[in-house]
C-alpha cells in the first residue's frame, strides 16, 4: 500500500499531517529464528483525528507502537513528525519528541514502578511541562485537577503505592498523566483490555473527553472490532504485521473489503449477542 | 518497602540465623575485652593442652605464707583414685592380668573377670599378680611400660613424696632446695593461688589459647567473608546491569567474559591466583579480595536476566517517555527490583567467601600463618599437627563447629528473605 492510494481512500482537507510512516519494518531475532513483527507498512495519521488500528494478538500493534514512541529501533523505513523526518539520535532530542507524543500501555499492573508513591508519576509529568521550579502548593493543584478529570480523589490517591489502586484506577491515573503532558499525540494500547466491562466504558470516555478538551490526536489499539467502530474516525486492520484495510470507520465495517476484516467482523457478534440478551432480560424480570 | 522489612523480622527463619549471627558477633567484642592479649602468642610449652583451668603448682605450695588448709573430708581417697587411675592405666592393667596374670601358684583370669570400671578390683589384682622383676618374655620396653605403670599405680596413694620445692636464688645464680611436707588433708583456696589461667579449649600444637585463637580467627573469616562478598556482589551487580540494559555489544563482551569465568571452576582460579601472590603476600585482605574477585559470576548473570526482563517492562518505558536519563532510570526503576536478590545472594556471599578462604587456607593457600588466625588455618594447623590422631579434639571440633554455624545461619538468613521477597514481588 502507498501513499498515493492513502491519499485516494481518504480525504484529508484542512488537516495537518502528524504523524506518518513509509516502509516501516521490525524484526526481532536473526537467522532462522527470526521474526517478521510488523512488515513494511505505510501510514499517514493527522491531527485531531482518533484512529483504531485493530487486529488479533501478535499481529504487531504493540511493536508498531514501540516503534512510533522511539522505544524500539526500527529496522528498516522511515518515521516522519509533524511532517519532518523524526530525529531522536540524541536524549535531548528524545526528551523533545517524547513531549508530543505519549503513550498509555495495556498492562496497568506493570505500568507502575511499585517502589515510588504514584505522586511521583504525576511530578514526572509537570517536572517534564517544565514545572520543576513552581511552589509545592501549585504543584498540587495541578495534581488535584488532574486526578478530578479521571474522576479520582486527589487526597485519596496521595502518599499511596500503585499495588493499593485497582487496575480501573491505575488506568485512569495514566489518563491524568495524559491530561498533565497535553501531548499532540496519544498511543494507547489497548488500555481497557486488562480492565471489566464497567471501568472499560468510564476509561474510553475520559480518552474522548480528554481528546475534545486539548485536541489530540489519538492513536487506539484494540482487538475488538466494536469498539472500534464505537470511538474511531478511521481504521487500520492490521494482520501478520501488515495493514490489509484502512479507511472511516463506517467504510471498513459497513463495507468490510479484506477477507480478514471480514472475519473480524464476524466475531463481533459473538461477542455482543450476549451482551444483547442478557440486557433484554434484565428488562424483562426487573421489578419495576 | 516497609512493608517488607517488617515481614523480614517476624520470619523465623531469617530472624534465627540473625541472632546466631549477632551472639556470635557478641562474643567477638566481648570476648577480647575479657581476655585481652595476641592470640598467636605461644603460651604453653606442651602442646595440645586439655581444656580446663590451670593453677600454679608453685603457687600452691606456697607454704611459707600459710595458705594451707586442713580438711579431713569423707571419699576423698576414692575420688583421688576414682581421678587418678585413669582409663588408659586401667586398661593397661587389664591387659596385663589377662595376658601375663597366669604363673605356678597362681591362677589365670579370663577377660569377663576383670571389670575395667572396677578399680578397686583392678588395684587389688595387680598388687596380687603384678612382679616387676619378671620378664614373662616380653621386650625390654615392653616391660619397661608396665613398670611405669606401676610407679603411677603406686603414686596414686604416695602423695607425702611431693615435698621438694626450689627458688631461683638470684645471687648465687641456682635453684634453692626447700623442704616442706604435703599431706593428703592438705588444702588451699583457690583464690589465694596468684597465678591461674583458664583455657576453656585447651591450647593447640603450638601451645595457643584455642578460645582465644578462634574469637579472633572468628572475626578475620567474618571480615574476609564480607569483603570477599562484598567486591563479589559489587562486581556481578554492576556487570549484571550493565550488560542487562545496555545490551547489545556491550552485553556481548561481559558475558564473553563471564562464560569464561564460568567455564573455569572457580576453585581452580582461586588457586592459581593464591599460589601465584605467594605466601609472604598474602594477607587476610589479600585472600578476602582474590575470593571475592573470582565469585562474582552467578550473581552476574542471574542479575543480568532479571535486568532484560525489566528493562522492556512498561514501568521502564514510561519512565523513559518521562524524560528520565539512564543513570536514573537503573537506579531507580531496576535496581529497587533487583535489590532483593542482590541481597540475598549477598549473604550467601558471605558465607561462601568464609567456606573459600576455610578450603584455600587447608590446602596451605590461605592467609600468612604469622599474621591473624582464621577459621580456615586453624583447620590447617589441627588437621597438619594431627590434632584428631592426638585425641586433640578441642583444636578442631570447635573451628568446624563454628564453620558450620556460620554458614548454617547465614544460609537461614537467606531463606528467611527469600520466602518473603519471592511471593511479594510477583504479587506486587
Ligand atoms: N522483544 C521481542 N523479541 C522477539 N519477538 C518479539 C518481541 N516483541 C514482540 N515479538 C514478536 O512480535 C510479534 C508481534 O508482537 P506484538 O507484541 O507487537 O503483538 P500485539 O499485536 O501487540 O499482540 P497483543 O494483542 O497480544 O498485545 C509476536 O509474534 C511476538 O512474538
Ligand atoms: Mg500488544
Not at chain 2, 596385663?96 to 601358684?105: D, F, K, Q, S, T
Request: net charge neutral.
Amino acid at each position: 500500500m502507498s501513499s498515493d492510494n492513502i491519499e485516494k481512500a481518504y480525504s484529508k482537507e484542512n488537516r495537518e499531517l502528524c504523524l506518518s510512516g513509509k516502509g516501516v519494518t521490525k524484526v526481532f531475532g536473526f537467522g532462522n529464528r527470526k521474526t517478521l513483527a510488523v512488515d513494511n507498512v505505510d501510514f499517514e495519521f493527522y491531527t485531531g483525528d482518533l484512529i483504531s488500528i485493530v487486529g488479533e494478538s501478535g499481529s504487531g500493534k504493540t511493536t508498531l507502537i514501540k516503534m512510533l514512541l522511539g522505544l524500539t529501533s526500527v529496522t528498516d523505513g522511515k518515521i516522519f513528525f509533524m511532517g519532518k523526518e523524526r530525529d531522536i539520535r540524541t536524549r535531548q532530542k528524545k526528551k523533545e519528541y517524547w513531549k508530543g507524543i505519549q503513550a498509555i500501555f495495556q498492562d496497568p499492573f506493570s505500568s507502575y514502578n511499585i517502589f515510588n508513591k504514584i505522586d511521583s508519576v504525576l511530578l514526572d509529568c509537570i517536572h517534564m511541562r517544565g514545572g520543576r521550579r513552581l511552589k509545592k502548593k501549585e504543584k498540587i493543584e495541578m495534581m488535584r485537577e488532574a486526578c478530578s478529570f479521571v474522576n479520582l480523589k486527589f487526597d485519596e490517591m496521595t502518599n499511596k503505592y500503585p499495588f493499593e489502586l485497582s487496575g480501573g484506577q491505575m488506568q485512569r491515573l495514566m489518563i491524568a498523566r495524559i491530561f498533565l503532558l497535553r501531548p499532540k499525540i496519544l498511543l494507547a494500547d489497548e488500555p481497557t483490555s486488562m480492565i471489566d466491562a464497567c471501568s472499560r466504558a468510564t476509561i474510553l470516555d475520559m480518552l474522548l473527553k480528554l481528546r475534545d478538551e486539548i485536541g489530540m490526536m489519538i492513536i487506539f489499539i484494540t482487538h475488538d472490532m466494536g469498539l472500534a467502530y464505537y470511538v474511531s474516525d478511521t481504521v487500520y486492520i492490521m494482520e501478520k504485521g501488515k495493514f490489509v484495510e484502512y479507511g472511516s470507520a463506517d467504510e471498513v465495517v459497513l463495507n468490510p473489503k479484506a477477507e480478514y476484516t471480514k472475519q473480524l467482523l464476524n466475531d463481533v457478534p459473538k461477542i455482543h449477542d450476549p451482551w444483547e440478551f442478557s440486557r433484554n432480560r434484565r428488562e424483562v424480570t426487573a421489578p419495576d | 518497602m516497609k512493608n517488607h522489612i517488617r515481614q523480614v523480622l517476624r520470619s523465623g527463619k531469617f530472624m534465627t540465623g540473625f541472632i546466631i549471627i549477632m551472639l556470635i558477633l557478641l562474643l567477638v567484642a566481648v570476648y577480647p575485652l575479657l581476655n585481652p592479649g595476641n592470640p598467636l602468642e605461644m603460651i604453653g610449652y606442651n602442646s595440645f593442652v586439655k581444656p580446663g583451668v590451670y593453677f600454679s603448682l608453685y603457687d600452691s605450695l606456697d607454704m611459707e605464707s600459710r595458705h594451707v588448709y586442713r580438711f579431713r573430708l569423707e571419699g576423698a581417697d576414692e575420688l583421688r583414685i576414682y581421678n587418678k587411675f585413669g582409663t588408659e592405666d586401667r586398661i593397661a592393667v587389664k591387659e596385663w592380668l589377662v595376658r601375663y596374670g597366669e604363673r605356678e601358684g597362681v591362677p589365670g583370669l579370663t577377660e569377663e573377670e576383670i571389670d575395667v570400671d572396677d578399680r578397686y578390683q583392678l588395684l587389688d589384682l595387680w598388687w596380687e599378680h603384678y612382679d616387676p622383676t619378671l620378664r614373662l618374655g616380653m621386650t625390654i620396653a615392653a616391660s619397661r611400660v608396665y613398670q611405669r605403670l606401676d610407679a603411677r599405680v603406686a603414686g596414686i596413694f604416695n602423695l607425702e613424696d611431693y615435698n621438694v620445692y626450689t627458688i631461683w636464688n638470684e645471687e648465687l645464680e641456682e635453684y634453692e632446695v626447700h623442704q616442706t611436707t604435703v599431706v593428703n588433708d592438705d588444702y588451699v583456696n583457690v583464690n589465694d593461688i596468684a597465678n591461674r589461667i583458664w583455657l576453656p579449649l585447651g591450647t593447640e600444637n603450638f601451645g595457643r589459647d584455642v578460645m582465644k585463637q578462634l574469637v579472633h580467627a572468628i572475626r578475620t573469616s567474618l571480615m574476609i567473608g564480607l569483603v570477599a562478598g562484598t567486591i563479589a556482589t559489587a562486581i556481578g551487580l554492576l556487570l549484571g546491569l550493565v550488560a542487562g540494559y545496555v545490551g547489545g555489544i556491550v552485553d556481548d563482551i561481559i558475558m564473553f567474559f563471564t562464560n569464561l569465568f564460568t567455564v573455569i571452576p572457580g576453585i581452580v582460579l582461586l588457586i592459581l591466583i593464591s599460589y601465584s601472590i605467594g605466601q609472604e603476600q598474602r594477607g587476610a585482605m589479600t585472600v578476602a579480595v582474590v575470593i571475592g574477585l573470582t565469585s562474582w559470576i552467578w550473581t552476574a548473570r542471574s542479575v543480568r536476566s532479571q535486568v532484560m526482563s525489566l528493562r522492556s517492562r512498561d514501568h521502564v518505558n514510561l519512565s523513559k517517555l518521562s524524560g528520565h536519563s539512564m543513570p536514573r532510570i537503573v537506579v531507580r526503576d531496576i535496581l529497587p527490583y533487583v535489590a532483593s536478590y542482590v541481597v540475598m545472594a549477598f549473604v550467601l556471599q558471605v558465607s561462601s567467601g568464609i567456606l573459600a578462604e576455610a578450603g584455600l587456607s587447608m590446602l596451605g593457600l590461605g592467609p600468612k600463618t604469622t599474621d591473624v588466625p582464621t577459621l580456615g588455618l586453624m583447620m590447617n594447623w589441627a588437621m597438619r599437627y594431627t590434632a584428631h590422631l592426638m585425641g586433640a579434639w578441642w583444636a578442631y571440633y570447635p573451628v568446624v563447629g563454628v564453620i558450620a554455624l556460620i554458614s548454617f545461619s547465614l544460609n537461614l538468613m537467606n531463606t528467611g528473605l527469600d520466602q518473603v521477597f519471592n511471593p511479594q514481588l510477583r504479587e506486587g
